[in-house]
Nanobody, 118 residues
């Protein structure tokens, strides 16, 4: 069994920063792409940023220059540093990972709320 556990969400003022972390645990053979998605109230879930095991990174246009994704392969973790936060960044943020155990599957975390408001 594999679990993804996110941490680091919360309430922050516009212009502030937050750091999200996601740790994968369980009987893991290998982790390929890890990423962060978000879903605002009444909207579809969207990609925020992703990073492959080789370090190739992709960002949504709306967060380029403000967010930074990183991962620690030895710890099976992925982080999202969010700076210059805007009210439109308010959403539930989900970690997602392609994980190989006996098969390869997509796993999702439970989500963490990020609220940007004054």
């Amino acid at each position: 069994q594999v679990n993804l556990v996110e941490s680091g969400g919360g309430l922050v003022q516009p212009g502030g920063s937050l750091r999200l972390s996601c740790a994968a645990s369980g009987s893991i053979f290998n982790i390929d792409t890890m990423g962060w998605y978000r879903q605002a109230l009444g909207k579809q879930r969207e990609l925020v940023a992703s990073i492959t095991s080789g370090g190739n990174i992709n960002y949504a246009d709306s967060v380029k220059g403000r967010f930074t994704i990183s991962r620690e392969n030895a710890k099976n973790t992925v982080n999202l540093q969010m700076n210059s936060l805007k009210p439109e960044d308010t959403a539930v943020y989900y970690c997602r990972a392609f994980i190989a155990t006996t098969t390869v599957k997509i796993y999702w975390g439970q989500g963490t709320q990020v609220t940007v408001s004054s």
